[in-house]
């Protein structure tokens, strides 16, 4: 009897054992898991394997940890763990450096963690608001960081789309979206305060830099709570896919999908998969449910049934409660005395005996060890390729206090994976709020208004449409800050144009002299020859008759060196400034602008100031052309289907083919007329204020011509550098750059130059040459230094492109409305240093263009030869004209071009 008793226990034993030993890994098992998840690190790192990883691997825009000299106060949100937060954080820098939060935690009901994403946004909002009402604050704007513990891709730290939900949450119409935007439009639904969101970050990157904050050297973020994921410091040029080869960017890895491709199925046991069948993303985050605590519990409780359907346990008795899903929190796991195991069945309703609370122990044992040790080797994983990328090894994690042997064994499986890592771990008291709102700081709080959301972009879009229609219509036009002016060139080039011209292109960051020869043999070919003169500061300050007087003494010099003194050459001007034409050669500066302010010459025709100057140099001034007109006719040369031509150079500015039909300011309604837009003014009437910053208040101030042409001021070149200067001194007056040390050089107008910018944004050698740049400026910059200042680049120039894709998607949606198609399809003939030389400036340009005018095919053509080119073209028509005026009988005196009267 006593054998039979005695054998059934050891066969029930071993049957335990058998179970449990599914869930016990070996060291060659972990070593497996180790070696797997490197491979996906680095599939998910790669662009080409990156759509078929399990390990996303996702870029969180997020460059560098906090380095103690940031400040302010901010919002913070802290979404997707086991609480929602709404919290308020105050950073002080400098000897009193301390921070303080003040937080709230709210309930995030399970209808609304699974009804629709308006409902949640909603509620998040509503949470919010009660929070400001409670610390008095619904007055204050503040900054905000949203830390979003789920898998987005960002573009931007303030922009994330979520890919896919986790954990419990499953709300409607979400996964796609922009966070950011969701939170956005909730807050405007709500219409009671208002936010700047500034950065979306995951509870990992948030935990990372809590712990940084602390601890410079931690460049790991580590979450084994609700969920499981990991983030780490990565080298830019392992991160194939965001631009850039400089410096570091932390990576959210969301570790949780590891296994999606199957290949972690030969440890994955019949208890995982019921969990996972269970869940609400079936098939999804495998790794996450063998290791997270919203699982563990779980795969316990499907443990649990089985060994009690088999009679193991509980005399074979499955009660209601086990069948409860969710039943055993992951909090009972590391209960170790017994008696408290038995006190927890016996709570839960489940009737034990003793034997049963050694089973049920082990079983838990088992599972939060395999979890411990999973997450180990996935950690070893990390830190071993962190070690390769020559970097120190430290590592912070966020272990739920209660596992306490889940971090000890953590630990061990770290060591023993990854001997050659020395990794400490530390424990992030202050959850990832804090993390949140220091990467706030870090962006400095004075960019984010230089970010605009494609809402606001395409608001402005809308609103330079209606300067548009508000130009060209007489009644309005006086008012208009888009002066709309009429160019007389009614056509792009037909390919029949020939002769022998000069060309004067002035305005530009050169002033060039061009001999430009139209031949016709079997094809129509160009042959352009020029000279580039100085146009000294003083003489473009000074008087008018100089000016004039230095471009004729120019032509003089050139037509001599080109040996065509004698010769009755006809002249197309490049004149790069609002002009009111009355015909091709009659053109009446309006206003100077960018560089330029000699003295008499605003309202006078230019043509009469350069043929006083002129004299009897034998030329005749057939046209004069704005540079957008030139451009537009040089691409037009090449494809003709450009019809709109824009500068992005010293100064910036549009033409495009309008209907004439449109155009109040000319007879006539058949045809086309090309119009110069001169978009640069846009904004001088206020319409732009909101979202002017004060280093343009700043800019336009220190400016030769304040209050106007306040778009251009924003975005082009000879602005750039100046504002990129302005914002670094303010950051370092507050203490956030160069440890607050400023040299007279810096503070000296115009030494950030634009090309500087563009050099500085360069991926490969841009933090170098910010380190140069500002070294030749006196300044010692450290590398953090660089990357910021590198940011600060790239977040002006972003905003240019960004405007500029604005205003030209108001001049295509124009033409397409014109036109009376449902897509658009044309060509954008573009010049200027800034489009031209800018890293990235044109790419960022097209795909906002794209974005914001979807229903259009725009083919942007980058003038090779300048707008020189295209000037001659109008000229040669002008010429071609005046020889039928010529040879007709009686051309009438009011045809007659001024110098022919
Ligand atoms: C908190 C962080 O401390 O831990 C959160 O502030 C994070 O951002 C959470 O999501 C993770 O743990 P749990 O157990 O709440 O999922
Ligand atoms: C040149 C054109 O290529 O670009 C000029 O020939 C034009 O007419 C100029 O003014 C604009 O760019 P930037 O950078 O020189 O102002
Ligand atoms: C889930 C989320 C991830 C988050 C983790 C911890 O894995 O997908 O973004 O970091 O949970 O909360
Ligand atoms: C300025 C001028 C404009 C010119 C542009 C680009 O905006 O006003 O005429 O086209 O600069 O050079």
Same mark, same amino acid.
């Given at each position: ?75 913070? @949100? ?40 308006? =409902? ?39 922009? +994330? ?6 954990? /419990? ?6 996964? &796609? ?28 990157? /948030?935990? %990372? %830099? ?10 790991? #973020? ?7 994921? !990991?983030?780490? %410091? ?7 896919? !965001? ?10 890895? =969301?570790? #949780? ?53 088999? #009679? ?25 005395? @017994? ?25 838990? #044992? ?189 032509? +003089? ?45 605003? &309202? ?60 109040? $300011? ?6 086309? %007329? ?42 082009? +070149? ?48 841009? $933090? ?6 500002? &070294? ?32 030209? &998607? ?42 914001? !005018?979807? =229903? ?46």
């Amino acid at each position: 009897m006593v054998t039979a008793v005695a054998q059934r226990l050891a066969a029930q034993r071993r049957e335990i054992n058998d179970t449990l030993a599914r869930l016990s890994l070996s060291s060659e098992n972990l070593q497996q898991v180790k070696d797997k998840m490197r491979v996906e690190l680095e599939r998910g790192l790669r662009k080409d394997s990156h759509s078929t990883a399990s390990v996303k691997m996702l870029p969180s825009f997020v460059y560098r940890t906090p380095n103690g000299t940031e400040r302010g106060k901010y919002l913070a @949100l802290d979404l997707g763990g086991t609480n929602f937060r709404v919290l308020v954080v105050k950073i002080r820098s400098g000897i009193r450096k301390s921070v303080r939060m003040y937080n709230k935690i709210y309930a995030i009901p399970l209808e609304i963690m699974q009804g629709t994403g308006e =409902e949640l946004f909603d509620h998040i909002v509503q949470c919010i608001s009660d929070f400001l009402d409670y610390m008095g604050m619904k007055n204050t704007r503040l900054p905000l960081g949203f830390t979003f513990s789920f898998p987005c891709r960002q573009t931007g730290i303030d922009k +994330g789309s979520l890919v896919s939900w986790t954990k /419990g949450f499953k709300a409607t119409d979400c996964e &796609g979206n922009d966070v950011v935007e969701m939170l956005r439009e909730a807050i405007k639904r709500r219409n009671e305060f208002d936010l700047d969101i500034v950065a979306v970050v995951n509870d990992t990157v /948030g935990t %990372m %830099m809590t712990c940084a904050y602390e601890d410079p050297k931690c460049e790991i #973020g580590l979450i084994a709570g609700t969920g499981s994921n !990991v983030c780490y %410091m990565e080298e830019m040029r392992n991160i194939e896919m !965001v631009e850039g080869d400089e410096g570091q960017m932390c990576v959210n890895t =969301e570790w #949780g999908g590891f296994g999606e491709n199957d290949c972690i199925e030969d440890i994955r046991t019949r208890f995982d998969r019921e969990v996972d069948e269970g869940s609400l993303n079936n098939g999804k985050q495998r790794f996450e449910k063998m290791t997270s605590g919203m699982y563990l519990g779980e795969i316990v409780r499907q443990i649990l049934i089985d060994l009690t359907r088999r #009679g193991l346990l509980f005399r074979g008795h499955i009660t209601e409660p086990l069948k409860t899903r969710g039943i055993f929190e992951t909090k009972f796991l590391d209960r170790l005395a @017994l008696l408290q195991v038995r006190a927890i069945l016996q709570q839960l309703g489940l009737d034990s005996t003793c034997d049963d609370s050694i089973i049920v122990k082990e079983v838990c #044992g088992t599972v939060s060890r395999r979890a411990a040790q999973l997450c180990g080797a996935g950690m070893a994983a990390i830190v071993d390729k962190i070690r390769e990328n020559l970097l120190k090894h430290n590592t912070s994690n966020t272990v739920p206090l209660e596992l306490c042997s889940f971090s000890r064994i953590l630990k061990d499986t770290v060591k023993a994976l990854a001997p050659q890592c020395d990794v400490e771990f530390v424990l992030s008291e202050d959850g990832s709020g804090k993390g949140a709102a220091l990467i706030t700081a870090v962006i400095d709080k004075y960019l984010y208004a230089m970010r605009l959301s494609d809402e606001t972009l395409m608001d402005i879009m809308k609103r330079f449409r209606r300067e548009l229609g508000n130009g060209l219509c007489s009644d309005t036009n006086p008012t208009a800050t888009v002066k709309m002016l009429p160019t007389f060139v009614r056509s792009i080039p037909d390919g029949s144009e020939k002769g022998d011209f000069i060309a004067l292109d002035l305005g530009g960051s050169a002033f060039r002299i061009l001999r430009v020869k139209v031949s016709h043999e079997k094809k129509q070919t160009v042959q352009m020859e020029s000279q580039i003169y100085d146009t000294p500061e003083d003489i473009i300050h000074g008087s008018g008759t100089r000016l004039f007087d230095h471009v004729a003494e120019c032509l +003089g010099d050139f037509m001599e060196k080109q040996n065509i003194k004698d010769k009755k050459l006809s002249v197309g001007f490049t004149f790069s400034f609002p002009c009111a034409q009355t015909k091709l050669n009659e053109s009446y500066l309006l206003t100077w602008t960018k560089r330029f302010k000699a003295s008499g010459v605003e &309202g006078m025709d230019i043509v009469t100031l350069l043929n006083k100057a002129i004299k009897k140099r034998g030329v005749d001034i057939m046209a004069v052309v704005n540079d957008t007109v030139g451009t537009m006719m040089t691409c037009g040369f090449d494809d003709q289907r450009c019809e709109v031509g824009i500068i992005i150079g010293t100064g910036t500015n549009a033409c495009y083919m309008e209907e004439l039909r449109h155009i109040d $300011l000319v007879e006539g309604d058949e045809g086309r %007329m090309c119009i110069n837009t001169e978009w640069g003014a846009f904004g001088d009437d206020g319409m732009l204020e909101d979202i002017r910053t004060e280093f343009d208040r700043e800019i336009d101030r220190g400016s030769l011509n304040p209050g106007k042409q306040l778009f251009e001021k924003m975005v082009s +070149g000879m602005y750039i550098g100046e504002l990129v200067r302005l914002i670094l001194v303010k950051m370092a007056k507050e203490g956030f750059l160069f440890e607050g040390r400023i040299t007279p050089e810096l503070l000296t107008k115009g030494k950030f130059e634009t090309k500087h910018v563009s050099s500085i944004e360069k991926s490969k050698e841009g $933090l170098t040459k910010a380190k140069d740049i500002l &070294g030749r400026l006196g300044m010692e910059p450290s590398a953090d230094d660089c990357i910021a200042v590198q940011h600060i680049c790239t977040i002006v120039s972003h905003r240019s492109a960004n405007l500029i894709a604005a205003t030209l &998607g108001g001049i295509l949606s124009r033409l397409k409305d014109n036109k009376g198609n449902p897509r658009l399809r044309t060509t954008v003939g573009i010049d200027g240093s800034l489009y031209k030389m800018h890293p990235q400036y044109a790419r960022r340009l097209h795909k906002t263009v794209r974005r914001l !005018v979807p =229903e259009s095919d725009v083919r942007f053509l980058l003038s090779e030869s300048g707008s020189s080119k295209g000037a001659a073209m109008v000229t040669a028509v002008a010429y071609r004209t005046l020889a039928c005026l010529w040879a007709s009988p009686s051309p009438s005196p009011a045809d007659r071009p001024a110098w022919m009267r």
